[in-house]
């Protein structure tokens, strides 16, 4: 049977989350008999107890020690639980047996019975170029997202923006101040760090013409990357990803009000991008996409550089989203965060900011995030933002006072809603 790339994937993801898992397990195991041990030891003290502890820690009882020494009898070594973990995403061998996928979200619904969720999460622009190059022809591609891995692999879906075009050809656009291009060697990071879904429908999809947004389109596919929010001609432009999770299926749609030429706008017999200047031809796509999927994720690209305010068409597009089915509004293009806002149960993100981003990140430009959703069939949503700020080109975690700042600056700026010192985002009562 073939399988696709896409589904290559979400295998590779999967058994990625199992290593992280067992390596949790493990950890927490030791630390377990590490805290009986030491309990032991304080009631044994200055009593015979003593002395069987002490055998046992120097694996003189060869019962207890053979039970945990499984699959190394009489090699003479203690057991390498770090075999099965390896953090490139290599399996390098096992000591524990294989598992089930554990990872699904159960939690009662009004009846009392328990209702399957599915983890949703989400980052800002994704921009690898400039300073952010030099760093990686040092350390490597990988480096970017060490600090996040948990954050963006752990959850069953990651999606984010990418703001420039992936080719080794095309012709430079002329007329705008800002141009970029990458390399197809930068995409098996993104995917290694946990990404399942990227929008292309920005102000630079079409940097090195059609030629360059085609190349990208064919380069992700080769990743096993799915992609929304471009293509040979509107209906593609609009057309969404649908990604299924035990049952559950979310559709996402690209979309952009940022877009420099009206040449680049996809249209019946022309490549380009799916384009909200108004939003018709946005909420016919959404309200499609609702009959064919269980959640519908808008990812549009808008609002005003530098401001963390939205602009007054954001609140009004992004309830005409909702309105059409959209269950989530995830914003981009503004490279600093804006605040939230729920909308008759749903959730609108103005703008996630930059996750990775080519200019030097300073104060508001360098704050970022993953927000994570945990969403039930029916779009209910429960939302989660893990603040984090740009450190040598690392999204990096937040902790402390910190944090705190971060998410009080964002409730300051959110419409009805505040952030919870958790991180975790709800209505004003």
Same mark, same amino acid.
């Given at each position: ?49 003593? $002395?069987?502890? &002490? =055998? *046992? ?12 020494? #499984?699959?190394? /009898? !009489? ?41 399957? $969720?599915?983890? &949703? =999460? *989400? ?12 760093? #990686?022809?040092? /350390? !490597? ?289």
């Amino acid at each position: 049977m073939h399988v696709s790339r896409s589904e290559t994937h979400q295998q590779d993801k999967f058994k990625r989350k199992k290593r992280l898992r067992r390596l949790l397990i493990v950890n927490f195991s030791l630390l377990g008999i590490i805290i009986v041990v030491f309990g032991v030891w304080l009631a044994a003290e200055n009593s015979d107890k003593l $002395k069987g502890l &002490l =055998s *046992f820690a120097n694996g003189e009882n060869k019962g207890q020690n053979q039970a945990v020494n #499984t699959g190394n /009898e !009489g090699s003479g070594k203690e057991p390498d639980f770090t075999e099965d973990v390896d953090l490139s995403g290599k399996e390098t061998g096992s000591n524990l047996p294989d598992e089930e996928d554990n990872s699904a979200v159960l939690e009662p619904d009004a009846a009392g019975n328990e209702e399957e $969720k599915i983890s &949703l =999460s *989400f980052v800002g622009d994704l921009l690898v170029s400039d300073y952010v190059s030099a760093i #990686t022809a040092r /350390e !490597g591609y990988d480096y970017l997202y060490q600090p996040s891995m948990l954050y963006l692999s752990e959850p069953d879906l990651t999606a984010g923006n990418l703001e420039f075009p992936v080719t080794e050809r095309g012709t430079p656009v002329e007329g705008t101040p800002y141009v970029f291009k990458g390399s197809p060697d930068v995409l098996p990071s993104i995917r290694n760090a946990g990404f399942d879904v990227m929008s292309l429908a920005n102000n630079h999809a079409l940097d090195q013409g059609v030629e360059g947004m085609l190349d990208t389109m064919k380069y992700l596919d080769e990743a096993g990357l799915s992609h929304m929010g471009a293509g040979n001609n509107d209906k593609e432009a609009f057309t969404p990803v649908i990604k299924e999770v035990r049952g559950i299926k979310v559709a996402y749609i690209g979309l952009s009000r940022v877009v420099p030429f009206s040449s680049w706008k996809a249209d019946k017999n022309v490549p380009g991008l799916a384009e909200t200047y108004d939003t018709r031809r946005a909420t016919e796509a959404i309200a499609k996409a609702k009959k064919e999927a269980d959640i519908v994720v808008v990812m549009v690209h808008w609002g005003k550089e530098r401001v963390d305010q939205p602009e007054p068409y954001q609140k009004d597009f992004g309830k005409q989203y909702i309105d059409a089915g959209a269950d989530l509004v995830i914003g981009s293009h503004p490279h600093v965060m804006q605040g939230f806002e729920m909308y008759k149960g749903k959730w609108i993100a103005y703008s996630l900011g930059n996750f990775i981003f080519t200019s030097y990140p300073k104060e508001t430009a360098g704050e970022t995030g993953v927000l994570d959703a945990i969403c039930s069939k029916n779009g209910d949503c429960e939302m989660t933002f893990h603040p984090m700020f740009t450190v040598n080109a690392q999204p990096t975690p937040l902790e402390g006072e910190k944090a705190k700042a971060l998410l009080d600056r964002l409730t300051s700026v959110s419409f009805g809603v505040k952030l919870n010192e958790d991180g975790r985002i709800t209505p004003v009562q």
